[in-house]
């Protein structure tokens, strides 16, 4: 167990819906990095953030985007899904940018 | 932009064999490097970093690694691969901008 977490561990939606989901990092860890794996693209970063704000950005689709709280949680929001859009999303977070990274359990999206 | 390379896609062992994954950047500047592996099912977990100093690493499970600047590479090794090493491996950089790249991931299967 890392000590991120990620919900819903699954997801099944429709094409054109929107979704959302929800990461906890570890305690005291100020990174939250969003991944993205599919068996066609291996596993892509999507988007960093740090204290609430953005920090990095990776293969983020412009229907996509993401956002951090005070609680420093973060949630990543997929909106006019395609079935393309299927994969696992990981959550990762760090102490520090550019440390290690610790990964939650994913979760599971698929796109009907 | 930085990427990394991992040369074998899939890796076959029988237990007791040695273990040497091949792993490749290009970025010319300084960077952070791991290795994270994946069990079946699971999600990825840190198996041995590199920031500084040594460039011979020591990670969990009885697996290391050795940075070699000219050569921009950053092997994995375990001398003596188990059953249980069964999981995919991927070597991962950080080239100090917060843009983590993944390798496309080596699948590695011990027989018994």
């Known amino acids: 167990d890392s000590g991120v977490t990620q919900t819903p561990k699954h997801l099944i939606t429709a094409t054109g819906q929107r979704v959302t989901l929800r990461c906890s990092p570890r305690s005291g860890d100020l990174s939250v990095y969003w991944y993205q794996q599919s068996l066609d693209q291996g596993l892509q970063f999507l988007i960093q953030?740090?204290?609430?704000?953005?920090?990095a950005k990776g293969n983020i689709l412009e229907r996509f985007s993401a956002q951090q709280f005070p609680d420093l949680h973060s949630e990543l929001n997929l909106s006019s899904l395609e079935l393309g859009d299927s994969a696992l999303y990981f959550c990762a977070s760090s102490v520090v940018d550019g440390g290690a990274q610790f990964f939650g359990p994913g979760t599971r999206l698929t796109v009907l | 932009a930085q990427s990394v390379s991992q040369h074998n896609h899939h890796v076959i062992l029988s237990e007791a064999a040695s273990l040497e994954l091949g792993c490749n950047y290009s970025?010319?500047?300084?960077?952070?490097l791991f290795w994270y592996v994946q069990y079946p099912g699971q999600h990825l977990q840190l198996l041995l970093k590199y920031f500084s100093g040594d460039p011979l690493v020591k990670g969990i499970k009885g697996f290391e690694a050795e940075f070699i600047k000219s050569k921009f590479s950053f092997n994995l090794r375990k001398p003596s691969v188990q059953w249980s090493d069964t999981a995919e491996y991927f070597c991962a950089v950080n080239a100090h901008n917060n843009d983590m790249r993944f390798g496309a991931g080596t699948r590695l299967t011990v027989k018994p």
């Open positions: 970025y010319g500047g300084t960077v952070n």
């Open positions: 953030y740090y204290n609430g704000e953005e920090r």
